[in-house]
């Protein structure tokens, strides 16, 4: 009884000093991947870098304590947090106050519905994503997240499009006007040290190691240039200009929305007072208001682009101070420091008297010192009823992605999974990590395979994987500051390689090609919706549903005669020839109301096809399942088999539906002696009446008839 509430009890029997050795040595092995991975992925997710370390502190050690994998490691992943950011961009802007706190909110909603599905036992209900859609949205989402790295390692800026392809041409563009080099050899040179250590020597941690070089290195060269100005060392007539059409843009914008709230106030108290000309007035003023904001941001975007487009060189005055003039404009007699300046620009009014220029790349900088506060998330109604469908998908996606991992692991392992215990595990993690300031989590592939080759028995690895997150948050922040971003990017794209699934594609398609073609769907609608990825998830479920219920309702319904090898097939398939007298009709599939007729009609089809017939027999074995109107056709069908003059009987009827059957009084109706237990015994019982005084030369079913 306590393991089944405490899973993490059944670890310790048996449990010894050097069992403890390897799981401390693994996890700590797995940590050194994670650290770095967990702030790349945070970014991922449009959160600071050391919010990936907050998801990696508390989410571990719970999934680990209260799941029922031994080796699963939980912690930020690839997909998860891209989902994170698809769903919180509508909310509020990537990094703010508010974007955090939706983060912070959503991984308790997800946590929250993983754990009540897997207390009510209904982890069955991840079938829903079926294997094609999960390919097909995997493969495009490590394309979308392999690609929205491309302007970290360009060392470009550009705002995002409505669609991801519209960034990603943004992205193109910028890189062509301006590649900042440094940052593209930095992150190519990450690239290289990952792809070649994990070639040459796996077991090397190789995330780490390229963290760690291009830390020192960036350290060493001095990568990251920043400078704080006045206007006025700025050498440019545009530039002041563009400031100034960007602060007044940008200050403009909140009183707008100010405006609408008070507006949409109004339009709620008129609607409510039933005010038919205060609802009209309203809306009005609320339609003004829209297209003025849509206008005011499309200027920001405007001027935004082009501050950022502008380039200057540093010119170092007889005071020392810096003064910046556009790459063309030099004075002859200046010598320019031969650096790239740009003015820094965000989402925010810039400061004429500090002004943030940068001529180097870009870091992950400062890192707050410290364990995260442990508070709950404040709940507000509005935005959980916003952000509850994406939660549901991510629980989904995130379980499915979970315990695929760990069934991959039990299989070398020999342990024993409980899905339902694993989504409570994957529940309270997400809880405690909503409380430790985490977004939410799951189980992550390649770290999971780390812990396995290092040998992990039980999940106290992952609680060693924690304490060393902890170690890190609490005295090794600072070594961080100088981490390109352009190596975060690329750790994030080595990561997603493992996700695209080409011949996922091509299984798919020669298993059935209907499942070939949904996850080919699923895969352009993700790309094309992208960053609205729930549209794509959405339309492959919906079109797996309709596949399932097209299914459901035209049941495969064969006509059954002798093979060479004895067996009874379907004819229409093997080419066989048939009996003319008796029609073995084989029903493979539950017989209930949505497709009940479909067997009338069939049965009806095969009466008006074959004059002579004089028996049907309705082959029973593949209906595991029947309802009322299942039921009530088969009683019709007697009915009716029998005004026409032809009789029928059934076969191989299982015990489930004959209870069915019996309690609906349906024996009494088509006879006790009606009903037989299989194909042969049936055909042996009707074949000498059906086949007296008949004209058939060569019967299919005499060879049936005598081995019976």
């Given at each position: 009884?306590?393991?089944?509430?405490?899973?993490?009890?059944?670890?310790?029997?048996?449990?010894?000093?050097?069992?403890?050795?390897?799981?401390?040595?693994?996890?700590?092995?797995?940590?050194?991947?994670?650290?770095?991975?967990?702030?790349?992925?945070?970014?991922?997710?449009?959160?600071?870098?050391?919010?990936?370390?907050?998801?990696?502190?508390?989410?571990?050690?719970?999934?680990?304590?209260?799941?029922?994998?031994?080796?699963?490691?939980?912690?930020?992943?690839?997909?998860?947090?891209?989902?994170?950011?698809?769903?919180?961009?509508?909310?509020?802007?990537?990094?703010?106050?508010?974007?955090?706190?939706?983060?912070?909110?959503?991984?308790?909603?997800?946590?929250?519905?993983?754990?009540?599905?897997?207390?009510?036992?209904?982890?069955?209900?991840?079938?829903?994503?079926?294997?094609?859609?999960?390919?097909?949205?995997?493969?495009?989402?490590?394309?979308?997240?392999?690609?929205?790295?491309?302007?970290?390692?360009?060392?470009?800026?550009?705002?995002?499009?409505?669609?991801?392809?519209?960034?990603?041409?943004?992205?193109?563009?910028?890189?062509?006007?301006?590649?900042?080099?440094?940052?593209?050899?930095?992150?190519?040179?990450?690239?290289?040290?990952?792809?070649?250590?994990?070639?040459?020597?796996?077991?090397?941690?190789?995330?780490?190691?390229?963290?760690?070089?291009?830390?020192?290195?960036?350290?060493?060269?001095?990568?990251?240039?920043?400078?704080?100005?006045?206007?006025?060392?700025?050498?440019?007539?545009?530039?002041?200009?563009?400031?100034?059409?960007?602060?007044?843009?940008?200050?403009?914008?909140?009183?707008?929305?100010?405006?609408?709230?008070?507006?949409?106030?109004?339009?709620?108290?008129?609607?409510?007072?039933?005010?038919?000309?205060?609802?009209?007035?309203?809306?009005?003023?609320?339609?003004?208001?829209?297209?003025?904001?849509?206008?005011?941001?499309?200027?920001?975007?405007?001027?935004?682009?082009?501050?950022?487009?502008?380039?200057?060189?540093?010119?170092?005055?007889?005071?020392?101070?810096?003064?910046?003039?556009?790459?063309?404009?030099?004075?002859?007699?200046?010598?320019?420091?031969?650096?790239?300046?740009?003015?820094?620009?965000?989402?925010?009014?810039?400061?004429?008297?500090?002004?943030?220029?940068?001529?180097?790349?870009?870091?992950?900088?400062?890192?707050?010192?410290?364990?995260?506060?442990?508070?709950?998330?404040?709940?507000?109604?509005?935005?959980?009823?916003?952000?509850?469908?994406?939660?549901?998908?991510?629980?989904?996606?995130?379980?499915?992605?979970?315990?695929?991992?760990?069934?991959?692991?039990?299989?070398?392992?020999?342990?024993?999974?409980?899905?339902?215990?694993?989504?409570?595990?994957?529940?309270?993690?997400?809880?405690?990590?909503?409380?430790?300031?985490?977004?939410?989590?799951?189980?992550?592939?390649?770290?999971?395979?780390?812990?396995?080759?290092?040998?992990?028995?039980?999940?106290?690895?992952?609680?060693?994987?924690?304490?060393?997150?902890?170690?890190?948050?609490?005295?090794?922040?600072?070594?961080?500051?100088?981490?390109?971003?352009?190596?975060?990017?690329?750790?994030?794209?080595?990561?997603?390689?493992?996700?695209?699934?080409?011949?996922?594609?091509?299984?798919?398609?020669?298993?059935?090609?209907?499942?070939?073609?949904?996850?080919?769907?699923?895969?352009?609608?993700?790309?094309?919706?992208?960053?609205?990825?729930?549209?794509?998830?959405?339309?492959?479920?919906?079109?797996?549903?309709?596949?399932?219920?097209?299914?459901?309702?035209?049941?495969?319904?064969?006509?059954?005669?002798?093979?060479?090898?004895?067996?009874?097939?379907?004819?229409?398939?093997?080419?066989?020839?048939?009996?003319?007298?008796?029609?073995?009709?084989?029903?493979?599939?539950?017989?209930?109301?949505?497709?009940?007729?479909?067997?009338?009609?069939?049965?009806?089809?095969?009466?008006?096809?074959?004059?002579?017939?004089?028996?049907?027999?309705?082959?029973?074995?593949?209906?595991?399942?029947?309802?009322?109107?299942?039921?009530?056709?088969?009683?019709?069908?007697?009915?009716?088999?029998?005004?026409?003059?032809?009789?029928?009987?059934?076969?191989?009827?299982?015990?489930?539906?004959?209870?069915?059957?019996?309690?609906?009084?349906?024996?009494?109706?088509?006879?006790?002696?009606?009903?037989?237990?299989?194909?042969?015994?049936?055909?042996?019982?009707?074949?000498?009446?059906?086949?007296?005084?008949?004209?058939?030369?060569?019967c299919p079913l005499m060879t049936v008839c005598h081995l019976a």
């Amino acid at each position: 009884m306590l393991t089944r509430f405490f899973p993490f009890l059944a670890w310790f029997r048996n449990y010894g000093l050097n069992t403890l050795r390897i799981d401390a040595i693994s996890g700590l092995t797995v940590a050194l991947v994670l650290i770095p991975q967990s702030m790349a992925y945070a970014q991922l997710a449009g959160l600071p870098a050391y919010y990936g370390l907050y998801a990696a502190f508390l989410p571990p050690m719970v999934a680990a304590l209260f799941g029922s994998s031994r080796q699963l490691a939980t912690g930020p992943v690839a997909v998860v947090s891209l989902m994170t950011a698809a769903s919180l961009e509508p909310l509020a802007t990537a990094g703010s106050e508010g974007y955090i706190a939706y983060a912070i909110t959503l991984a308790l909603m997800v946590g929250g519905f993983q754990f009540i599905l897997g207390v009510l036992r209904l982890g069955l209900v991840v079938n829903f994503l079926s294997h094609p859609v999960v390919n097909g949205f995997t493969t495009a989402a490590a394309l979308i997240i392999a690609s929205s790295q491309l302007s970290k390692m360009f060392g470009v800026y550009v705002d995002k499009g409505e669609h991801h392809y519209e960034t990603i041409i943004r992205v193109i563009q910028a890189a062509f006007h301006y590649t900042h080099w440094p940052t593209l050899i930095m992150g190519i040179f990450a690239f290289a040290i990952m792809y070649g250590l994990r070639r040459i020597s796996p077991k090397i941690p190789n995330v780490l190691v390229a963290v760690a070089l291009t830390t020192i290195i960036s350290w060493a060269i001095g990568f990251q240039q920043n400078a704080t100005v006045n206007i006025s060392a700025i050498e440019s007539l545009k530039a002041p200009r563009a400031l100034e059409n960007f602060n007044k843009s940008v200050n403009t914008l909140p009183l707008l929305a100010e405006e609408r709230s008070e507006v949409n106030k109004t339009l709620d108290k008129a609607s409510s007072g039933h005010d038919i000309v205060g609802v009209l007035d309203a809306e009005h003023d609320s339609n003004v208001l829209e297209i003025n904001i849509e206008r005011i941001k499309k200027d920001i975007y405007t001027y935004r682009t082009e501050l950022r487009d502008m380039l200057f060189e540093g010119v170092r005055s007889e005071d020392g101070s810096l003064h910046f003039y556009p790459k063309d404009e030099i004075p002859d007699q200046a010598d320019g420091d031969g650096r790239t300046w740009r003015i820094k620009v965000g989402n925010k009014p810039l400061r004429t008297d500090k002004l943030l220029m940068t001529g180097g790349g870009a870091v992950v900088g400062t890192i707050p010192r410290g364990l995260p506060s442990l508070t709950m998330p404040e709940i507000n109604l509005r935005v959980i009823l916003h952000m509850f469908p994406f939660a549901a998908i991510i629980s989904l996606l995130g379980f499915m992605e979970a315990i695929s991992i760990a069934k991959a692991m039990a299989a070398k392992t020999g342990q024993r999974l409980d899905p339902n215990q694993e989504l409570i595990g994957q529940g309270l993690a997400n809880i405690c990590g909503a409380i430790g300031k985490s977004y939410p989590t799951s189980g992550s592939f390649s770290r999971s395979a780390v812990n396995l080759q290092a040998g992990a028995i039980s999940g106290l690895s992952s609680v060693f994987t924690s304490l060393a997150v902890v170690i890190v948050l609490l005295f090794f922040t600072p070594l961080l500051y100088h981490l390109p971003q352009s190596v975060l990017a690329a750790v994030i794209m080595m990561a997603v390689l493992g996700l695209i699934n080409v011949s996922g594609f091509i299984h798919a398609w020669k298993a059935q090609w209907y499942d070939g073609t949904i996850a080919i769907i699923s895969f352009i609608s993700t790309l094309v919706f992208a960053p609205h990825l729930d549209k794509g998830i959405t339309i492959g479920v919906v079109l797996s549903l309709l596949v399932f219920l097209y299914k459901s309702m035209r049941p495969s319904v064969a006509t059954l005669s002798r093979a060479e090898d004895h067996a009874l097939r379907d004819s229409m398939q093997h080419g066989l020839k048939e009996c003319n007298y008796i029609s073995m009709v084989r029903f493979d599939g539950p017989l209930f109301f949505a497709n009940a007729s479909y067997l009338e009609d069939q049965v009806a089809d095969i009466m008006l096809n074959k004059k002579d017939l004089k028996h049907i027999v309705i082959v029973s074995n593949g209906i595991n399942d029947i309802d009322a109107s299942g039921e009530e056709v088969l009683s019709l069908l007697v009915d009716r088999v029998r005004s026409a003059g032809i009789d029928i009987s059934l076969s191989g009827v299982n015990e489930s539906v004959i209870k069915v059957l019996k309690r609906t009084h349906f024996p009494e109706k088509i006879g006790e002696d009606h009903i037989y237990s299989t194909m042969e015994k049936a055909i042996s019982a009707i074949y000498n009446e059906t086949h007296m005084d008949g004209r058939e030369e060569t019967c299919p079913l005499m060879t049936v008839c005598h081995l019976a």
